[in-house]
Nanobody, 117 residues
């Protein structure tokens, strides 16, 4: 059974930092592209950052220079380090695992990040 479990969300003040973690099980983690997505209230889910099985990264323009995605293929983990957080970063953040060969993907249940005074 595939499971993606996010953690690390919470309430943080503008300018603060958070580190999100996603623990994966039930997949051959190293061959999956991993990504972080977010969905703010009333908005569509959007890609935040992605990291390929080879370690290449892609970021949304809105988070470039502030967020860093990384992966640990030994422990089946993917991380999102978020710095200089802004109120507009408030959203539920989801972990995604994508098998590039056939497009099969899996989602976690999300973790809420709230950036507010």
């Amino acid at each position: 059974q595939v499971q993606l479990v996010e953690s690390g969300g919470g309430l943080v003040q503008p300018g603060g930092s958070l580190r999100l973690s996603c623990a994966a099980s039930g997949i051959i983690f190293s061959i999956y592209h991993m990504g972080w997505y977010r969905q703010a209230p009333g908005k569509q889910r959007e890609s935040v950052a992605e990291i390929t099985s080879g370690g290449n990264t892609v970021y949304a323009d809105s988070v470039k220079g502030r967020f860093t995605i990384s992966r640990d293929d030994v422990n089946n983990m993917v991380y999102l380090q978020m710095n200089s957080l802004k109120p507009e970063d408030t959203a539920v953040y989801y972990c995604n695992a994508l098998l590039p060969d056939n497009g099969m993907d899996y989602w976690g249940k999300g973790t809420l990040v709230t950036v507010s005074l």
